[in-house]
């Protein structure tokens, strides 16, 4: 019954779609899409991230934008970077990688990207959007799930769904793109009771909660397709060597003969994210245009 969803695979697909339509604003309005992206520190996490952003970016055929800062870099610095590429007409999209130094606050760096060009969904007003069921820029995480689960399920009308995780970047925003899908939606975190059984009730998981292998085999409903979001490095002991790994949420090993989807970490959610990053862009750089959305869903 298990089956792998290959996230690699379908985000080449989607990068293909992406560059199509690259090319196809090119050709109609003279423009080439862009995307800036703000490194503030040397976290090495972020630097990887920024670094394969900008190789995509590059690969889809627009133009990148890097611009790193030192991690002493004040919030004036900061702000007044953000209000000249506000102001860019070559600039469509702007990510300002997180997390930031703890003497930056976030929240107001987040909302001073102009709405339009916040390709990561974070701020308030595109948050309120999404909310409200309205056009928005959509968080990239939650979107590279949806895209997974309709390519699996199709039509996620009448499914019943459950989030395990209420962050603000995944949680959240993905039980509002579900209902938009005519889900019914839950969401679980630490202080729900007898989470196990709202699980086993679901057609589709989607975990998201940060806890290395939470979610077992008794917990998923045969025939229940499961969305691991989760990164955890653990120490496991392969062959008498005890080895750094990366795991998910899930217990994969448990999912064999129970699920009929899943995601594998690595190789699942991941890659989707970039490659909604960049389909983010394109649908700005659409909109800045007054052209259509293109489809990706």
């Known amino acids: 019954m298990n089956q792998i969803i290959d996230g690699k695979k379908f985000s080449q697909t989607l990068r293909d779609k992406v560059k199509n339509c690259v090319d196809l604003i090119k050709e109609k309005k003279g423009i080439t899409p862009g995307l800036a992206v703000i490194l503030v520190g040397e976290d090495p996490a972020s630097q990887v991230y920024v670094r394969n952003k900008g190789k995509q970016t590059i690969e889809a055929g627009m133009n990148s934008y890097e611009h790193k800062l030192d991690a002493s870099t004040s919030s004036e610095v900061l702000l007044n970077l953000i209000k000249k590429l506000n102001k860019d007409a070559n600039v469509h999209g702007i990510l300002c990688q997180l997390p930031l130094p703890k003497h930056l606050n976030e929240k107001e760096?987040?909302?001073?990207?102009?709405?339009?060009?916040?390709?990561?969904?974070?701020?308030?007003?595109?948050?309120?959007?999404?909310?409200?069921?309205?056009?928005?820029?959509?968080?990239?995480?939650?979107?590279?799930?949806?895209?997974?689960?309709?390519?699996?399920?199709?039509?996620?009308?009448?499914?019943?769904?459950?989030?395990?995780?209420?962050?603000?970047?995944?949680?959240?925003?993905?039980?509002?793109?579900?209902?938009?899908?005519?889900?019914?939606?839950?969401?679980?975190?630490?202080?729900?009771?007898?989470?196990?059984?709202?699980?086993?009730?679901?057609?589709?998981?989607?975990?998201?909660?940060?806890?290395?292998?939470?979610?077992?085999?008794?917990?998923v409903k045969p025939g229940a397709t499961v969305i691991d979001v989760g990164i955890n490095r653990v120490i496991k002991k392969i062959d008498g060597v005890e080895k750094t790994v990366l795991v998910g949420d899930v217990c994969f090993s448990d999912m064999a003969g129970v699920a009929a989807g899943v995601t594998p970490v690595p190789g699942g959610v991941g890659p989707m994210t970039i490659a909604c990053l960049l389909a983010n862009t394109v649908t700005a750089s659409y909109r800045s245009q007054g052209l259509s959305d293109p489809e990706f869903i």
């Open 109 to 219: 760096v987040i909302n001073s990207i102009d709405p339009e060009k916040d390709v990561d969904g974070f701020h308030i007003s595109n948050v309120g959007l999404l909310n409200t069921g309205q056009k928005s820029m959509i968080p990239c995480t939650p979107l590279g799930c949806l895209l997974l689960l309709k390519d699996r399920i199709g039509n996620l009308s009448g499914k019943s769904a459950v989030i395990v995780g209420r962050s603000n970047i995944v949680g959240k925003p993905m039980a509002n793109l579900l209902l938009q899908e005519n889900c019914t939606v839950t969401i679980a975190h630490s202080r729900t009771e007898n989470i196990e059984s709202v699980c086993s009730q679901s057609d589709i998981i989607v975990a998201a909660v940060g806890r290395p292998e939470m979610i077992k085999k008794e917990w």
